[in-house]
């Protein structure tokens, strides 16, 4: 068709896709009878070999190499068209979005500018005409009928490129099959369009199938194996670091418009979402890796605007969180800032999001459950208290964390408490380590404690319902956290405890319940304070306060708002004890010193204490 494109220019021109080359073929049979009505009676084959379609730039947009239709019956002057299959082989298609952001399959042509515009200008005009004599038609014009058997696609390739990006994103699918059976319009009442399809993705496989009428739309896809590492333009504009990860996908949708009895419907199905292998590094430094991370059982209703998931888990989680001198969080610095991020423009967004949710039906999210499995966290904080000179530093390992019936409403918790779980495996750390592996791993295994929780947790309110079991934790490795609130320096100190915990917000205040026994190990104090020192008779650094245990059992602790708070004791033990205890000519005793006196203004808690029974060895 070549030579011929010059005679068909006028009638292209406004096209956004441009014919180059083709060459076309027909078999076809034409019968004609008139009994009593007029019958013109169409079948064959048309073909076309080496189509070359353009974009409105004049960039390559299309290119196939064969194309078979064959008709079974087709009638011009009653309105029908019966196909028996459309076959498309190997066609290669290119997609582009430019600088600008526009697609190449929807540009119009550069010159088409001043017809639009003059179409725009009658639009107007020729409306009220084109009304007038769809209506003078409506009874003679004829209402196609057409179906097509089968549509068949073979050997496909489409490459989608994007120049919004920096660099340039490219992806290809080759290797698509694509197949459609049951096409008819007007669509017949039970027998919807059925298709189906697979294709190769940068090296991941992608299936698909599903059915579609004019009321409806119900498809699945998968995909499999696929290297997040092909997106990366994508998730360079979001995220600093490089992540690698292998991406598995199972989704599905359904549309269903209103009618009669059935209600309207649309829905997004994420069966199952996973991320296998996946690392997260910086300059060839390993930030985080975890073994897969994943959701399954997801379900979006957009219209009734809610959101169901089945579970979300992560396993295998190797990763470093730290917060510099400065309180920044190590993961702050993962995120590309944009200027919209300023604390003015938060808050704008913060308050343009408050009146909008109000506005209309509230956004419900479920999850069922939540589940974590991380063998080693290292937790390092150089900020843990304003004006603080220490760090913060935890080898946390073995950590198992699991929490079910969490609930959003409108973005808020929701009232309901959710049961959750936690044990883990912690040490002291070393804030100079880096990587999945420090040098103190070896001994931070041998000084690990233990923790196992188990409970309830609310958030609106806040509650905790919980019994623990705390073996040895490293109470000194946390001391930071106390700032400049002690005179002395914990050099080490490990704690137990076996029993029950609550706490709840209340709006009078806090209620905090506590009843079990408690083991404090170890305790090593040294002098902070050149006061204290003094007052002590020594010199900063020397010891305090030592004792290998301290055992107390049956301890019972009860806060209440407005009221004193209440402390029992059920028996007492103390081993290896060792105090350096000095008492002034005023007749104070210098281990009341150990914590520094509260400021002028603040207020005391009366603290009743009961000891029912107490010892020392």
């Known amino acids: 068709i070549g030579p011929y494109l010059p005679y068909l220019k006028p009638a292209l021109n406004n096209l956004p896709v441009q014919p180059v080359s083709a060459v076309l073929g027909a078999d076809l049979k034409l019968q004609f009878e008139q009994n009593p009505q007029p019958t013109v009676r169409l079948s064959g084959k048309i073909s076309g070999q080496s189509i070359v379609l353009h974009d409105a730039m004049g960039r390559a947009l299309l290119n196939l190499p064969s194309m078979v239709i064959q008709g079974d019956d087709v009638q011009p002057l009653i309105g029908k068209m019966a196909l028996a299959s459309i076959d498309l082989t190997e066609p290669q298609l290119q997609v582009l979005r430019s600088k600008s952001g526009q697609i190449n399959l929807l540009a119009a042509p550069a010159n088409s500018k001043v017809a639009i515009k003059k179409e725009a200008t009658g639009a107007d005009s020729t409306r009220a005409q084109g009304q007038k004599d769809q209506k003078n038609a409506g009874t003679s014009r004829t209402n196609w009928q057409v179906s097509v058997d089968r549509v068949s696609l073979h050997g496909g390739s489409v490459t989608w490129s994007d120049e919004t990006t920096q660099p340039h994103a490219r992806l290809h699918a080759q290797n698509l099959q694509f197949q459609a059976t049951q096409i ?148 702050q610095d ?99 380590a880096s990587g999945s592996a420090s040098a103190s791993s070896a001994k931070a295994a041998q000084d690990a404690g233990q923790l196992k929780l188990q409970g309830q947790l609310g958030l609106a309110p806040l509650s905790v319902q919980l019994d623990g079991q705390l073996q040895r934790l490293p109470i000194h490795a946390v001391e930071a956290y106390l700032g400049d609130a002690l005179n002395v320096d914990v050099l080490r100190l490990d704690a137990s405890y076996t029993g029950k915990f609550q706490m709840a917000q209340t709006p009078a205040g806090w ?74 000519e005023q007749g104070r005793l210098n281990l009341a010193d150990i914590v520094k006196a509260a400021p002028a203004s603040a207020t005391s808690t009366a603290v009743t204490t009961k000891t029912i029974a107490s010892g020392a060895d």
Do not use: C
């Not at 290292?378 to 073995?398: C, H, M």
């Open 511 to 584: 209620q905090v319940k506590l009843a079990g026994d408690a083991i404090l190990e170890d305790l090593q104090t040294s002098l902070r304070s050149a006061a204290l020192a003094a007052s002590s008779g020594a010199v900063a650094g020397d010891d305090l306060l030592n004792w290998h245990s301290l055992n107390v059992k049956a301890l019972a602790l009860d806060m209440q708002p407005g009221a004193s708070l209440k402390l029992a004791v059920g028996e007492a033990a103390v081993t290896d004890f060792f105090a350096r205890v000095v008492i002034s």
């Open 184 to 331: 008819a319009w007007p669509f017949a009442a039970n027998k919807p369009l059925l298709f189906e399809g697979s294709s190769v993705v940068e090296q991941g496989s992608l299936s698909f199938a599903g059915t579609a009428t004019d009321a409806m739309v119900s498809a699945s896809a998968k995909l499999s194996a696929f290297p997040v590492s092909a997106v990366k333009p994508y998730v360079q504009a979001v995220l600093i670091p490089s992540l690698t990860a292998s991406a598995d996908v199972q989704a599905g949708l359904l549309w269903q418009a209103a009618g009669g009895e059935q209600k309207a419907a649309l829905q997004v199905r994420l069966d199952e979402a996973q991320l296998s292998n996946m690392v997260l590094s910086k300059d060839k430094v390993r930030l985080a890796q975890a073994k897969q991370v994943g959701a399954k059982g997801a379900v979006i209703d957009l219209l009734a605007q809610s959101a169901t998931l089945q579970e979300v888990q992560a396993s295998g989680v190797q990763t470093r969180i730290e917060r510099s001198a400065t309180g920044r969080w190590m993961v």
């Open 334 to 432: 993962w995120l590309f800032a944009h200027a919209d991020d300023s604390p003015t423009s938060a808050t704008s967004q913060a308050t343009n999001t408050s009146s909008v949710s109000h506005a209309g039906p509230k956004w419900r999210v479920s999850l069922a459950e939540a589940r974590l499995d991380a063998p080693h966290v290292e937790f390092v904080d150089r900020y843990p208290a304003p004006q603080s000179k220490k760090t913060v530093a935890l080898d946390i390992k073995q950590i198992k964390a699991r929490a079910s019936g969490f609930e959003l409403i409108d973005g808020e918790p929701g009232k309901k408490p959710m049961s959750f779980a936690l044990s883990l495996n912690v040490a002291a750390g070393d804030a100079s």
